[in-house]
């Protein structure tokens, strides 16, 4: 705990040092993935080096070591985000696959007529699975509307929240916009009707601390490329005694006990819920992940985060024509912004060849954009390991961008 | 008589060879893009409409005298810019030369990057449209 030097951390995270069409790369499109630490890099190395083997399975040496690095890396993730157990903690492909999860398993509970509440600017990734769940089970999918400056209408949630709603599955911070959810007040609301809370929260892993028995929420989905680990690794959290009451969602090995013809029985928590041969090299990393976070000054890191998210709008007003999609008063540092009537595609190409990385487009929030009646956005979203000087050269070029188009 | 397709196709790898840098490049592009709709309004119906991620392209395409004549826009300018290259190489020309061409130029002046299936803007789609057409003429 030495204090957060950007310098230092930038140190850690070798594609920085990447050149971009023969300019130094500005990676701002963190909201769709992040860079890895050589702490990720290198585990992930060393596991294939001197541990590859399959876990929960051989009595050799190689096994017990893989198991337990495995296991670890569970152990860590329910420390990082304080699980009461680490049996809570699920490994999954990512936030998609962890909510799949739930949408199988909690729906296998739901009766025709029980609602499932989620809002207007949740990834498709948290409406898709839950109007599949409704075709087949003929649970009614509820959406709380989304104000013009991009909040949830609370008042809108108070009406809809219902003794009939059995699940609220509700982003945390949304990747479109940045705004942050009142999501502590959303739980405790929905719990009073008794509904549990699936949280999103791909967006706010990597940038809030995460404290699921403080949050209370039920389940907890995200994605670990998101967060500084590997892609293709991702965590379902969820509460102990809900989860030994659920179904299992794919069937394969490690998720049973006994099989015969006659009767299968499952495995306890965690394997329940992971069938077949997990990433375990992805596991480990992710693991590797947290405990790279847990060294630094993490909250000197989040408070850097919010210097650059601030002085981005800032820097940003400053650009005649220019409209934020957005304007929630708590945002964490992602933008999403238009320029006039130029084209979110124009600009990011241009953006791309002076070396700047942002992502254009809809980004996964269809219904979102069909509600500000734009077809896209170019969005920024930052990482602690941004700095303002690149804050600057995004403006400049920005402004050049937006010259040569206009 | 009119040129074939690989002469224009080098004509515009000449041009090109004269920018220096590519801003010089992109303000050629989108100075193309900003001229006028390259196809009629009316003309930008659902069936026209290629449908990339990001820009949408619409593509119109009429036999006059043996040859195929392109229609197309976008939304976005450069994409437009790219599309008026291309309509510059394959409009007018029979539906044999359009099927069977090879669009080299697109790597040559160093737009390959924008036929990458992660641009998904349109172009990938809009050429494969401009040669089924030249194949329905082949084959009605």
New interface residues.
Partial sequence: MSGFNVNEIRADFPILKESV?GKPLIYFDNGATSQKPRQVIERISNYYTHENSNVHRGVHYLSDQATNAYEQARNTVARYINAAHSQEVIFTKGTTDSINTVAFSVGETLKPGDEILISGMEHHSNIVPWQMLCERKGTILKVIPVTPEGTLDLEAFDTLLSERTKLLSIIHISNTLGTINPVEQLIQKAHQVGAKVLLDAAQSIQHLPIDVQHLDCDFLAFSGHKVFGPTGIGILYGKKDLLDSLPPYQGGGDMIEQVSFEKTTYNGLPLKFEAGTPNISGAIALGAAFNYLSSLDLQGAFQHEHTLGTYLRARMREIPTIRFIGEAPETCSTLSFLIGE?????LG??LD?QGIAVR??HHCTQPLMKQFNI??TVRASLAFYNTTEEIDQFVVALERSIH??S | MSKSINQIQDEIIEEFAMFDDWMEKYEYIIDLGKELPLIADVKKTEDRLIHGCQSRVWVASEMLDKHLVFTADSDAIITKGIISLLIRVLSNQTPEDIVKSELYFIGKIGLQEHLSPTRANGLVGMINRLKSDGLKQLTS
Avoid: E
């Fill in positions: 069409n130029l084209h979110p595609f124009d190409t241009l060849k254009t487009g077809p896209g040569l188009l």
